[in-house]
């Protein structure tokens, strides 16, 4: 390893409505690139990336989902196992607003308990320059920050074209997850060999009904 | 152990069993019986060992060296396992689907399919020689198998029967080619010692039909090794001569020319006499690769929208393409409006729920094959918003789904080149009147319209000629053309996603059989990697859900996709779903040996970018011809183990 300390893994996962950047904030911060026109994204996609936090190294191994409704069914398989999420919104669109309040609500219920969510606004960029009479914004920093506040999250405006604030969410994430737990459960994983490793079914019963262990 | 570690890895052990959809995705079905249900009816830990059985026993009796060697009349003999990677590429390789397979089955001989991946370490590794059967032969397997065993070969004969009859033509003209090439090349050396002319330019005006046509497409792919052969022939009908290098680049160009004008002929003969086109002949000749100029009204002939017999077509085509207009003109979208997220209010983007697919189109569309400039086109855009959007509110059962933005291009493309093309000819034959057309009756009908103004200044233009779908002005299409692609392409789409409906429905359940049934098909063709990815924890349908959703098209590029589906497009029923769960199967081993050395992460992030860069069509014609030999030897067998 390049890290003298043990590396810490994070399983992140990143939700919200399509198109508001799930994968460009991620380009982003994996690659430092952004495109302006990603094709949308299918299933999920799979990425990781480390980073130092003073002198712990973190590695996240992230799940970028894909944000059309039709593909909803496939996201509890990702974020069920997550340690942090990603909740996108698009701050010029405020029907992504409503959809990244259900998912807070959706991982509330169904993800692990200890998750720690960033509520996330992207396209601050486009926002920037707003005057008084033509507003681009349609979501206002109060309103993210309120959701914000009410479920304990972690609120960011971002922008994944400019670079804006984007590393600073991950690095908040980051802090967030505790040392102990989070290279504890790299060892957990490490047990059944491979890192970052998502179970689909629960308890792996898909695989053993299939064929049995090796 | 901490607390917190302790529940990560309950949770995964299997506390909670439970795969419980959104509160969107569905009303509380559990994905993880759905999945068990589906193992149970495939594969099971029984039958896993009898399908190590089948995998020997069968591939043990393959031998694809020999059998090529003799096709290609290579005489060099013994050709083993490890020389078929030349061999697989070679011209034969268009037609080496039906024979090797039927052949092979007779061969007592073992195989190792290795040397056909480049690549020792993306071996398959189907037991050549390691079970001990190699001498048994197909029929003496037990139990089911040897029911299956026999439908399959069944199912294999009738492949070869045609293919004696067709390919044996390919042969010949093979040969014929070759003589073609020797003649030319000994021309061209006498013409050399007269005049200073470029040789291959010379070839290429020698050949004029050729010529009116696109020389650059088509067959190429298979021409690596054509100057190893040529060399063979040449040498020993005159050893003296020795070639110097443009010779051997004419020769090549002859070569390609009379290969590509081969095979327009082989299509001209079914397409042009009579008043019934042979679909079935169509379909056999089709699923080795249909030249690009021919390939929007064969695709169309494939799909049983343009119809085979010649008196219909005309109004059959006229009246589709009403009916697509008449869908349009009831909708109340504006397709030109492409800010549809900040001129709407929250509050009717919510409720209307066709704003609201027409919203995700558009921001589709804008992300639809990025790296290519056409579809940066905002007319381009435009017609794809059109096609996408009245299939999704005209089947409200799937509607629109992210992935079917991908499938509509290749029609789009194919059937935007088919009118470029068409003017093209069409100005050609205005400027020459009293040549012959070679292209007459190879039109899809109503494509062009003497009274279309546009059309006629197009018709004029200096630039058409040189006018490339990368060049195109798109503002020199008259609207009434594009309506034409536009509802051409919609139909074409239509009748595609009829055979995948299941994909796009809620839940997506044909999606999830076919990833189950891609994982049943591995652990049967390559147990070493089925085994790795059980070991890793690799999900299938973590890499597989998007090339059963968006059909490979992120995989490989757009050219070779569209030479896919004219074997999809072939195939019947259409390759799209069964037949594409084989050619899945067959790009998968071909990372086999890679993906053997990887981690859970690796596998991932290698799958999701795997290298086909820098691959060509005989890449893919060489993984359609493994699908089709999977697809014949287990396409029975599942079938039996299901019931
Ligand atoms: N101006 C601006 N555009 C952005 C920003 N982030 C993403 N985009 C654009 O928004 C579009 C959608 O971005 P993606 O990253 O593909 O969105 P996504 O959330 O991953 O979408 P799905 O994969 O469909 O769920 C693309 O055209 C991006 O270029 C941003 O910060 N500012
Ligand atoms: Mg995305």
Known sequence: MSFPNPVTSVKLVLLGEAAVGKSSLVLRFVSNEFQENKEPTIGAAFLTQKLTIGDRAIKYEIWDTAGQERFASLAPMYYRNAQAALVVYDVTKPASFVKARQWVKELREQASKDITIALVGNKYDLVEDDNEEDLVRKVNVEEGQNLADEEGLLFFETSAKTGYNVKDVFVAIGNKIPEATASGSDTATNQTSGEGRIDLSGGGNFNNATSGCC | ?643
Request: proline share 4%.
């Open chain 2, 1 to 643: 152990m901490s607390k917190k570690k302790q529940e990560m890895s309950q949770v995964y052990l299997g506390t909670s069993n439970e795969f419980v959809f959104g509160e969107l995705g569905g009303k509380g079905k559990h994905l993880s019986s759905f999945l068990k249900n589906l193992s149970l009816t495939s594969t099971s830990r029984k039958s896993k060992n009898l399908g190590e059985d089948v995998n020997s026993s069968i591939y043990g009796n393959m031998q694809y060296g020999r059998v090529l060697g003799e096709e290609l009349g290579n005489g060099s003999g013994g050709v083993g396992g490890g020389g078929s990677d030349e061999l697989l590429s070679s011209p034969g390789s268009p037609k080496l689907r039906p024979k090797l397979v039927g052949r092979s089955i007779s061969m007592g001989t073992s195989f190792a399919f290795s040397g056909s991946h480049g690549d020792d370490s993306t071996s398959i590794n189907l037991g050549g020689g390691s079970s001990g059967s190699s001498q048994s032969g197909v029929g003496n397997n037990g139990g089911p198998y040897k029911h299956s065993n026999l439908s399959s070969s069944s199912h294999l004969k009738s492949h070869r029967t045609h293919s004696n009859t067709f390919y044996k033509d390919l042969d010949a003209d093979w040969d014929a080619d070759l003589n073609d090439v020797r003649n030319k090349k000994l021309t061209s050396v006498k013409q050399k010692d007269n005049n200073n002319n470029d040789p291959s330019n010379k070839s290429r005006n020698s050949l004029s039909l050729v010529d009116s046509f696109h020389p650059e497409i088509g067959m190429v792919s298979s021409l690596p090794s054509l100057p190893k052969r040529k060399d063979e022939k040449i040498s020993s009908a005159s050893k003296k001569q020795s070639l110097d290098h443009e010779d051997h680049r004419a020769q090549l160009e002859v070569a390609k020319q009379n290969q590509l004008n081969s095979k327009y002929s082989k299509f001209y003969k079914i397409l042009k006499p009579g008043n019934t086109i042979d679909i079935n002949e169509l379909r056999k000749l089709s699923w080795n690769g249909i030249p690009q100029d021919l390939r929007a009204l064969i695709w169309q002939l494939l799909l049983g929208y343009l119809p085979t017999n010649k008196l219909r077509q005309s109004s059959t085509l006229t009246r589709k393409r009403q009916e697509y207009n008449e869908g349009l003109r009831v909708l109340t979208i504006d397709f030109d409006d492409v800010k549809t997220t900040s001129n709407t209010s929250s509050s009717s983007l919510i409720n209307n729920k066709d704003r609201q697919i027409y919203h995700q189109i558009n921001i589709d569309v804008k992300r639809t094959n990025p790296s290519i400039k056409l579809y940066g086109d905002p007319q381009v855009q435009k017609s794809l918003r059109k096609i996408l959007y009245l299939w999704a509110i005209r089947h409200p059962a799937s509607g629109y789904v992210q992935g079917i933005n991908d499938l509509v291009t290749p029609f789009f493309h194919i059937f935007l080149h088919n009118y470029i093309w068409q003017v093209q000819k069409k100005a050609e034959a205005m400027n020459n009147p009293l040549k012959e057309s070679d292209y007459e009756g190879l039109f899809i009908p109503g494509i062009l319209d003497e009274n279309d103004e546009i059309e006629a200044q197009f018709l004029k233009d200096p630039q058409l000629i040189h006018t490339t779908l990368n060049s195109l002005d798109t503002s020199k299409i008259s609207p009434r053309a594009w309506s034409v692609i536009e509802a051409d392409t919609y139909w074409s789409l239509t009748r595609l996603l009829e055979t995948i409906t299941d994909n796009y429905i809620h839940e997506q359940p044909g999606i999830l059989r076919l990833v189950g049934e891609l994982r049943d098909l591995i652990s049967k063709i390559d147990l070493e990697l089925s085994k790795h990815f059980e070991h890793e924890g690799i999900e299938y349908i973590q890499f597989a859900f998007r090339w059963m959703n968006c059909l490979l098209m992120r995989e490989l590029s757009l050219d070779l996709v569209v030479r896919m589906w004219d074997t999809y497009l072939s195939e019947t029923p259409l390759g799209f779903s069964h037949f594409h769960i084989y050619v899945c199967a067959a790009f998968l081993i071909k990372f086999s040996g890679d993906l053997k050395e990887r981690d859970f992460q690796e596998i991932l992030l290698f799958l999701q970018k795997p290298p086909t860069a820098s691959w060509k069509e005989k890449d893919i014609e060489m993984m359609l011809s493994e699908a089709f030999i999977w697809q014949s030897l287990y396409k029975d067998a599942s079938a039996h183990l299901r019931s």
